[in-house]
Nanobody, 123 residues
Framework: QVLLVESGGGLVQAGDSLRLSCVGSGRTFSSDPMGWFRQAPGKEREFVAAITWSGGSTFYRDSVKGRFTISRDNAKNMAYLQMNSLKPEDTAVYYC????????????????WGQGTQVTVSS
């Protein structure tokens, strides 16, 4: 069974930082891009960040550029999302994804998903 499991979410204040982690099991993702999406209450799931298999290229939605950093450790089959200067509008369930086929920015392109971790930013 292929699994992605996220951790690291929580309740923080505006301006704080969090680091999300995602670990894969059941197969290696070292040859696949990995990404992060989020879904706020009443809204559609949206792209946050993605990273190529080598880590050589990263992609971000405009609203998190300069604040969030995606990284990966292929030896550990893991991906990370460092989130700094958090804002209340970052509040959402954050999902890890892997192995896209097509447009990274579309959730329909991604094959594997985690169960999500809640991030809540208070003002």
């Amino acid at each position: 069974q292929v699994l992605l499991v996220e951790s690291g979410g929580g309740l923080v204040q505006a301006g704080d930082s969090l680091r999300l982690s995602c670990v894969g099991s059941g197969r290696t993702f070292s040859s696949d891009p990995m990404g992060w999406f989020r879904q706020a209450p009443g809204k559609e799931r949206e792209f946050v960040a993605a990273i190529t298999w080598s880590g050589g290229s990263t992609f971000y939605r405009d609203s998190v550029k300069g604040r969030f950093t995606i990284s990966r450790d292929n030896a550990k089959n893991m991906a990370y999302l460092q989130m700094n200067s958090l804002k209340p509008e970052d509040t959402a369930v954050y999902y890890c994804a892997a192995d896209p086929d097509g447009d990274y920015y579309k959730d329909s392109a991604w094959e594997y998903w985690g169960q999500g971790t809640q991030v809540t930013v208070s003002s």
